[in-house]
């Protein structure tokens, strides 16, 4: 290393350590959480308490992870003393102590995640014949609940939770940079930015292997929830295609565009569109003006979310900041949608060779960290909006090809596309005109919660100082939210901007579930 002058593997081997204590620590957190909640919310699915549930998850998967690291910093430990900011400690005890606050930062979007797919995956399994079939045999409920609900609703958990766990290795990241917790994400970023490339290409091997462990683990597991070795995939299509009459599908579309949740999120989403294309008609003053004598005021009928350090209105530029909020959001999902997808059809119809090629490219390329891959890219091009958007296409196409492959999978040697071949239809036609519509879905909906995720990397790049350039007011609400935090006034202004983007993610995420609901009524 050119920073530390020292071998390379010394400080991985000291570091290493904090970050996997981080990790597990922060997967038990989930687990814990997600598990029995999602199981509630299923059983008990569109009822009061499942409805609670589903938007407190949408509002821990809307939430910046580093805004909410140093909310909880604020609380728990400048204002009630409970726990240390940050830092490391020589004792076991305060070490544990010390990774509190971070596990449950890193946990909360893992929680919500997990939960929302157990309660998915709850909801549907409890609708097989089986399970109807074991409870006619008498079978006690808390066995067919443990055995054939629960069992076969963590198949699909466990492919999750790794995807997850690879997630928290790459956002360990940012984490440990705001808790200044001495392991193996904050030395990244230390390396990146002070371009010691040594590390940095050790540190991203290391992630690269240990995303590697994490899936050999994973499909050492599978063996267990599923003794009789059936793929996940075949699992997936039998919980998809379980039909429903048609007298249901008549009265699930009325029932879809009259939930009030659907209608509340196609309110939010409005109403940021409306927001980012006028907002010199909303904003009440010029989000670039300075006015020391106003600085570091807290929310009042002047300054609705107060002031920053230079006294410019924190509202206003949270307004002027959503035009970038929707942009990073929009162009980041646009492209890795349609080059995802694409590869997607084209691996999983003609298979073979071409299969092989491009799935193994995108094994490879999905064995490193989403997060550390854009902060890598983004410290090689430089700050800027272009180079983040460059960022985002490069990494973000390989989740829409595995999902639309995937559905191609199951598809392509169905009753209607063997009908068109042997009608003679070409493979074009076969391709966009009957397998491309069935097997879009999953993507599009993928695509609306990619829309909430691209606008937190966003958030959390500005954070880091590689998004967009300050002090442009076109800097967008994240940068806003790093403005505000580092130099909080009192009274409230931290939690302002950054609730304004998990209420944008919320208003995304709801329109998200409709559109679920919707094609997974149509495609019935």
């Known amino acids: 290393s050119f920073t530390y002058q020292m071998p390379v593997s010394e400080l991985l081997a000291s570091r290493f350590p904090v970050t996997l204590a981080l990790t597990l620590m922060s997967t038990v957190i989930s687990l814990v959480i997600s598990l029995p909640l999602g199981y509630f919310a299923g059983v008990h699915k569109d009822r009061l308490g499942d409805q609670v549930v589903r938007t407190t998850s949408l509002v821990a998967i809307s939430m910046p ?5 140093l909310l909880l910093m604020i609380v728990f430990a400048l204002k009630l003393k409970w726990l240390p900011a940050g830092g490391w400690s020589d004792t076991l005890l305060g070490q544990f102590r010390c990774l509190i606050l971070p596990a449950v930062t890193q946990s909360l979007m893992t929680s919500a995640l997990l939960l929302r797919n157990t309660r998915n995956s709850v909801v549907d399994i409890t609708r ?4 109807d079939f074991a409870r006619s045999k008498g079978i006690t409920s808390g066995e067919v609940r443990t055995r054939h609900v629960m069992r076969n609703a963590m198949i699909s958990t466990v492919t999750l939770l790794s995807m997850r766990m690879a997630a928290m290795l790459g956002g360990s990241v940012i984490i440990e940079t705001v808790f200044s917790v001495p392991g193996i994400g904050k030395l990244a970023s230390d390396a990146i930015f002070g371009r010691d490339y040594a590390v940095v290409q050790y540190v991203v091997l290391l992630f690269a292997v240990l995303v590697l462990v994490i899936n050999l683990i994973t499909d050492i597991l599978y063996s267990f929830l599923d003794p ?6 075949r699992g997936v299509r039998m919980k998809r295609y379980h039909g429903v009459s048609p007298l249901e599908q008549k009265r699930s579309m009325p029932a879809w565009l009259a939930k009030p949740s659907f209608v509340i999120g196609l309110l939010i989403v409005l109403v940021v569109i409306l927001m980012a294309l006028f907002p010199q008609f909303i904003a009440p003053y010029d989000p670039i003006a300075t006015d020391v004598t106003v600085s570091n005021q807290a929310p009042s009928a002047a300054h609705w979310f107060g002031t920053d350090f230079y006294g410019r209105d924190i509202f206003s530029r949270v307004i002027w900041g959503t035009r970038i909020d929707l942009l990073i959001g929009v162009l980041g999902v646009v492209i890795p949608f349609l080059v995802g997808g694409m590869i997607g059809l084209l691996a999983g119809y003609y298979g073979g060779f071409l299969d092989s090629l491009l799935m193994r490219i995108t094994d490879i390329m999905m064995a490193f960290p989403f997060t550390i891959l854009v902060i890598t890219i983004m410290a090689i091009l430089g700050q ?11 990494v973000g196409w390989m989740s829409y090809a595995k999902l639309v492959r995937s559905e191609v999978l199951v598809l392509k040697d169905s009753e209607f596309i063997q009908a068109a071949r042997v009608a003679g239809f070409s493979d074009a036609r076969i391709l966009f005109r009957h397998l491309l519509p069935n097997v879009i879905s999953s993507a599009v909906v993928f695509a609306a919660s990619d829309v909430v995720m691209c606008m937190l990397t966003g958030a959390s790049m500005s954070f880091l100082g590689l998004g967009v350039s300050p002090p442009d007011h076109r800097s967008g609400a994240p940068f806003s939210t790093r403005a505000a935090i580092s130099s909080p006034s009192p009274g409230g202004p931290p939690c302002s901007p950054g609730l304004f983007l998990a209420v944008s993610g919320v208003g995304f995420s709801l329109l998200g579930d409709g559109l679920t609901d919707f094609l997974r009524t149509k495609g019935r």
Do not use: K, T
């Open 228 to 233: 009789r070795g059936q793929s996940v995939e």
């Open 128 to 131: 097989m014949d089986y399970v």
């Open 65 to 69: 992870s580093f805004w909410v690291g």
């Open 384 to 394: 800027g909006l272009i180079n983040l958007f460059i960022a985002l296409w490069l």
